[in-house]
């Protein structure tokens, strides 16, 4: 007789495989067997009609982080990890940003503190860097990396973060001499400023202009340079945040030509549009909605499905970066209110990822549900060296979504449990919903209510991606 402290009986267990109806047995926090009719646990779910996935990892998250200019994020650790679980996710992995000036190591010091007794999912660290000096790229970041932190992201705009094209190709060398996976945010911060100070000569200052201000051809051309710049150095490179047509193109064009590009979708490129940035008629409501790269229309929602689809995007993560919309932290805050360059850039939505994801893609046919499992969990684990996540299989940790394929659901902000005082998404429609979220082997979240603990959640150590190896084999498809 098989000792187990929980089996889940009778649910079709999903891989980024295959599919297949069977119970899964659990012990010390690990899963142990998966079969027909297994022994009784200590304790039992019964999971007949629904889908018995890996719990959610969402690479993507921004927590406790400070926007430019001031404003606090709506979720710290406690918040955004309690709506992480509420959405079926058991891991985030945020970043910890280096302010300029600052030491990498004390940034990540800084953020362990945040998160310290306050997650209640499993997480891990990306490093920002914002300044790339010698002895950060040649001593900080190496023993960084061994540490467990294995990947970086850089960006192409925004003042206080922006590489110049010099800088970016330091990065990327020495990502690569230590084998860490650099993520970019393909911006051009010159084309953005250009545009911004014409549209603002223009008064034309309304949040949707923020959209205006960053079309497809700016994030086409940063990715283009990006690729290039990977290519010169020899280093696998993750776009970030893809939003359209035009940067997806050039993803797919760069893999075609054999390069180690990797690419991530989020949420709200297949469910938001431009337009949302308008409010109501040019109102500041359209602010609830500013994030870059911006919403586009729903020619790059097919396109961006088309990616999804074919193998370009290989994650599909939230870029969770919330803020609230009230108050003087807000994104209606009085310098926002006198123009969009203002606004705190960024929209809550760990809690959506899953939902959306089936919704639109399993349900309407678009992607299988061994899709799903790959986009918004296993893909993540593998490509930031997560060996123990993202998988039902003997040996995994026993982090699972139990899933209820068929269940109707109006978004709204009481079902987010974030920080944030509105979701960009309230009264959006989906079918499909996590009924309970499985952190090692214990329930955190049953039926929308909380039932961790913000002391559950542990820090993750990562491996070396083999997907970040100068001179690895061809991206995952
Ligand atoms: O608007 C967004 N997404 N802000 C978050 C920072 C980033 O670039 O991911
Ligand atoms: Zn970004
Ligand atoms: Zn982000």
Known sequence: MQDFDL?????????????????????????????????PGRREIDATGLRVMPGGIDSHVHLAQPAFGGPAMADGFESGTR????????????????????????????????????????YGFHLILTDPTPAVLGQELPALVAGGYTSLKVFMTYDDMVLNDRELLEVF?????????????????????????????????????????RPQSVER?????????AELTGVPIMIVHVSG??????????????????????????????????????DDTGSKYVCSPPPRD??????????????????????????????????KNPKARTGFR??????????????????????????????????????????????TKGSIAPGYDADIVLWDPDRRVTISQSLMHHGSDYTPWEGY?????????????????QDGEILGSKQGGRFLPRALSPMAARGASAPLG
């Open 7 to 39: 089996v889940i009986r009778g649910g079709t267990v999903v891989t980024a495989a295959d599919s297949a109806c069977a119970d899964v047995g659990v012990r010390d926090g690990k899963i142990v067997a998966i079969g027909l009719e297994l022994d």
């Open 83 to 122: 709506s992480a679980i509420a959405g079926g996710n058991t891991t985030v992995i945020p970043f910890a940003l280096q302010s300029r000036g600052m030491s990498l190591r004390q940034a990540v010091t800084d953020y362990h503190a945040e998160a310290e007794g306050r997650a209640y999912c499993d």
């Open 173 to 213: 060398d020495a990502a690569g001499e230590q084998g860490a996976l650099v993520m970019v945010h393909c911006e051009g911060y010159d084309a953005i400023r250009f545009m911004t100070e014409k549209l603002e000569k223009a008064g034309k200052l309304a949040p949707y202009y923020h959209a205006v201000s």
């Open 221 to 229: 051309e940063a990715a283009h340079r990006a690729i290039s710049h």
């Open 245 to 282: 047509r035009e940067a997806m193109e050039q993803i797919r064009w760069a893999q075609n030509r054999g390069l180690k590009i990797m690419g991530e979708t989020c949420t709200q490129y297949v469910s938001l549009t431009a337009d949302d940035l308008k409010g109501l008629n040019m």
């Open 298 to 331: 729903r020619e790059s929602w097919d396109a961006i499905w088309n990616g999804i689809q074919t193998g370009v995007f290989q994650t599909f993560s939230s870029d969770h970066c919330p803020f609230y919309f009230e108050g003087e932290m807000g994104k």
């Open 342 to 387: 203002w606004v705190p850039n960024g929209i809550p939505g760990v809690a959506v990822r899953m939902p959306i994801l089936w919704s639109e893609g399993v349900v309407k046919g678009r992607i299988t549900e061994n899709q799903f499992v790959a986009l918004t969990s296993t893909n993540h684990a593998r490509i930031y060296g997560l060996t």
């Open 429 to 445: 429609e989906v079918t499909g919903w996590p009924q309970a979220t499985i952190l090692r082997g214990e329930v955190v979240m």
